[in-house]
């Protein structure tokens, strides 16, 4: 079954709006989860790393005001996009790891979000 | 950002044939993994590879580590129609943490 379940999936938001996601792991406790954006037959870029109870990691190019990234539980991340726009339509996709060395990776069911 | 050199970027094949690809980088990798992608949702882990020169099955699965770290490949054999979607390689510097990606190869399969 699941390890990693990722709601909504699926969000229709108007332009300005804010909208958050969320990534749950749900067998195991993860310090550290993963989010990706993946454009229309792309592939996935890693977007940041969250750590439980500390800041989250960004990739470059990546706006940590604009994609806020709060990792409160062991078992819980969130992303929440704001003042969405139309280019930040995307398939948000997030995934976490036991924490355990080489325990791999699992990945949520990804969220689509279209702003209009 | 950096991404690994997978191909092909797509095929075509006949329902029953064997399917290979592959994944090279310039950078050494400590883990190889290869996922599967179908339309709408996020990708299924298939095979997972800690050790150079590992070879993993995982039913009519086969995936090896290069022993150089800088390359692996998936067989499929036999494959049937639900094998369709995308097969994305994935390599890690520390354990199976932060992964940067292949481009894909989209699979096609005619009955």
């Known amino acids: 079954g699941a390890v990693v379940s990722q709601h909504p999936s699926r969000v229709i938001c108007k332009s300005g709006t804010s909208v958050k996601i969320e990534c749950r792991s749900l067998d195991f406790q993860a310090t550290t989860m993963f989010w990706y954006r993946q454009f229309p037959k792309q592939s996935l870029m890693l977007m940041a790393t969250?750590?439980?109870?500390?800041?989250?990691?960004?990739e470059q190019g990546v706006e940590k005001d604009k994609f806020l990234i709060n990792h409160a539980s062991l078992t819980l991340s969130t992303l929440t996009v704001t003042s969405a726009h139309p280019e930040d339509s995307s398939f948000y996709i997030c995934?976490?790891?036991?924490?355990?060395?080489?325990?791999?990776?699992?990945f949520g069911n990804g969220t689509r979000l279209t702003v209009t | 950002g950096q991404q690994l050199n997978q191909s092909p970027q797509s095929m075509f094949i006949q329902e029953g044939e064997d399917v290979s690809m592959n994944c090279t980088s310039s950078s050494i990798f400590n883990t190889w993994l290869w996922y599967k992608q179908d339309p709408g949702e996020g990708p299924v882990l298939l095979i997972a590879l800690y050790k150079a020169g590992e070879l993993t099955s995982n039913g009519r699965l086969t995936a090896q580590f290069g022993i150089t770290r800088k390359d692996s490949f998936l067989n499929i054999s036999a494959s049937i129609p639900s094998d369709v979607g995308i097969y994305f390689c994935a390599g890690s510097l520390s354990g199976a943490q932060k992964l940067v990606f292949g481009q894909g190869t989209r699979l096609t399969i005619n009955p």
């Open positions: 995934s976490a790891s036991g924490g355990v060395y080489n325990s791999p990776l699992h």
């Open positions: 969250s750590n439980e109870g500390s800041k989250a990691t960004y």
